[in-house]
Every structure is written in C-alpha cells, then in structure tokens.
C-alpha cells in the first residue's frame, strides 16, 4: 500500500490522520489517495515597542493581533502496480520577514516515481530534498503548525530534481541531483545541489510523527549532507537529527551547519558577499495527556555576519474529530540579542486535515 507519510520518500506531505482510510480504490487496481490541509493562525497578543511596525528578524512573521491563513494544500497520490504519482498545490505565509517572498498559489509536489524491485524507489519531479527530520516532517504532524529557525534557513526548499531511495531493515539511504534554481517549467541557472541522507529506524512508532492513538516505542536518527553549486556563491551544509518516542513522550533533535561561500563571477550577485557560517538547533518536548499534546520547543539560528537570535515556545494542541481537527495555543519567547525590541507573541491555531 502507498504510504504518504513514508519518510523515505523524502517530502513534506500532508499524511492522513492515523486511523483514516489510506486510500481510496480506482480502476484496474489503483489507489488514490486525495488530501487537504488549512492551516489558521490568530495572534492574541503582540509585544511591539514600536506601535508602527515589528522588527524584522529570523523567526519573526512580524504579525499583529488578527487571523491570518497559516497554509493550505490540497492534491492527490496513489499508485498503479509498481508506479507512484503525487499531484499537490498549496500555499503559506511567509514564514519571517527574511523569507523569500511565495506565489500565491503553488505546485508544491509533481512527481512519478517507480520501484523496480523491493526496497528500491526511483522517483523524478518537483519535490522535497531529504535533508532535516524537522523539515521532512508532515505540515499536518507538526505540533505547533511550524518548524523551527534552523529547518527553514538552513535546508534548501523544494525543487525539480531525480532522487534514488534504498531501504533495506531499518535503513535507508536517499541520494539525488537537484536543479538549484529555477521553477516547476525549467532552471533558471547552471546551479546544482546535491544531496544525501542515511537514516535507521527501529520500533512501530511512526518517528516523522509527534503523534499516535497507540502509545508505542519509536526511534529514528538521521545523518544528511548537501552541496550546491551556484552561479555565484557555493553551499555545502552538513546535519543530523533524532526522534524519540515511548510511552506518549516525543522528543525531537535536529541540527545542521552550513558554509556559504561567494564565487569570483559577474553573472549574478551573491547571495553573501563574504564567507558565511551559519548553524542551528531545534530541540521539541511533546507528551500525550488523553487528547491533549502539552510542548515545548527551543530553536536557535546563528549567522556569522547577523548575528544568533533563539525561540522558546510553549503551548499544546488539543487532537479532536480523530485527529482530522487540531486546536492548539502558544506563547512565543523571542530572544534576538541585548539590542534586540520586545517582540513575544501569543497565538492561537486550528487545523482542519482530511
């Protein structure tokens, strides 16, 4: 049966919620497998110091009080014998004043992949790289809706590219060649990345998942690598990452470095002007309390040039209509450096999956 939250697939997506139909059947024996996903966020509570405007910084989507549309996806997967598809659109806000700026409305995946034989998937299009537990997460598995500093500035986004997966017990290893520009209709520079990812997994808990109706044991690690050529700068960045979970307690680590170098060309302008080290950590506590998932998450980002700035965010979903409903709140602590301005946030979400 395909899985749409299978990690060696190496994407975000949006995975039913546990207990849902996995698939619906088609014709001639194909699966179909149709998801949604929107994603609401209310900010209670906005610390400005300045009445006009937040400061701009990493992790900081500078909103104030009022509702906003955090995401939304909706698209489709399945398979036919040995081939598998994934047609998805989608858009989000913008995750921090320093984002790169999104359409409206995306082809976030458009892949076909085949498994020739057991253990074995080749897959081609536009998708995730396998880089980051805490990336590679579902959208819809996240406890508070987002992912930490590190996953969203240190690990490259989607893109069109070929990737190979192996799995063999509880190992598997992804490798793939990515265009490092460009859209979903071609690339945009002679830039490439490549990357790689060896993961082991053990126990029935899913470990790309906070969340399960059982309380079973799960652990997961991952070692993963990338580097791109640009037009005018290189990257390599290196990371690895943890997934506990046992007896209703989850325990996320995730960590990666990067080195971004300008290159001597006219072509484009860099997108650093000196050699640039940029690193970071995310650490996330969650526990099961009948439908209530008490967190805490601690994320931190450090360019060299910029300088650290870390969150700590405090909250808890309540899981409700078999998880198909989240309702969550949080409190946000910004800690950006002595010369930083105030900038706590109190938020509430809600989530509708199906």
Do not use: C
């Not at 993963?224 to 996320?252: K, P, Q």
């Not at 980002?301 to 808890?316: I, K, P, V």
Request: no cysteine.
């Amino acid at each position: 049966m395909f899985l749409l939250s299978s990690p060696a697939q190496a994407e975000d997506q949006v995975a039913p919620p546990e207990g849902a139909p996995s698939s619906l059947l088609a014709v001639d024996g194909a699966t179909v497998q149709p998801y949604a996903l929107l994603q609401l966020w209310l900010t209670a509570y906005d610390m400005d110091a300045d009445a006009q405007a937040d400061a701009t910084g990493y992790g900081d989507p500078e909103d104030d009080e009022g509702l906003k549309v955090k995401s939304f996806k909706v698209g489709v997967g399945g398979e036919v014998k040995q081939w598998r598809y994934r047609l998805g659109v989608g858009s989000s806000a913008p995750y921090d004043g320093l984002s790169e700026p999104e359409e409206p409305i995306e082809v976030e995946d458009a892949w076909i992949g085949v498994v020739p034989v057991k253990g074995v998937k080749i897959q081609v299009g536009n998708s995730k790289l396998p880089f980051s537990r805490d990336q590679l997460m579902s959208t819809g598995d996240l406890v508070f809706t987002e992912r930490g500093i590190a996953s969203e500035h240190l690990v490259p986004d989607r893109s069109l590219g070929l990737l190979a997966t192996f799995s063999r017990g509880g190992g598997t290893f992804s490798v793939g060649g990515f265009n490092a520009g460009g859209d979903l209709f071609g690339d945009s520079s002679r830039g490439k990345t490549v990357v790689g990812r060896l993961e082991w997994d053990v126990g029935k808990a899913d470990t790309y998942a906070t969340w399960g109706q059982r309380k079973e044991f799960g652990l997961g690690v991952g070692a993963n690598a990338y580097y791109t050529i640009g037009e005018a700068t290189d990257t390599w960045a290196a990371g690895g990452d943890a997934m506990l979970r046992v007896a209703g307690l989850s325990v996320l680590v995730d960590g990666a470095f990067s080195r971004i170098s300008p290159t001597a060309t006219t072509v484009a302008s860099p997108e650093v002007f000196e050699e640039t080290d940029r690193w970071g950590v995310t650490g996330q506590v969650s526990y099961q309390v009948g439908p209530v998932e008490p967190a805490v998450r601690f994320s931190m980002f450090d360019d060299s040039t910029l300088g650290q700035y870390s969150h700590m965010l405090a909250g808890g979903e309540w899981h409700t209509a078999e998880d198909h409903i989240r309702l969550g709140a949080g409190y946000e602590l910004r800690l950006e450096g002595a010369d930083a301005i105030d900038n706590d946030t109190a938020r509430l979400w809600a989530q509708f999956r199906l």
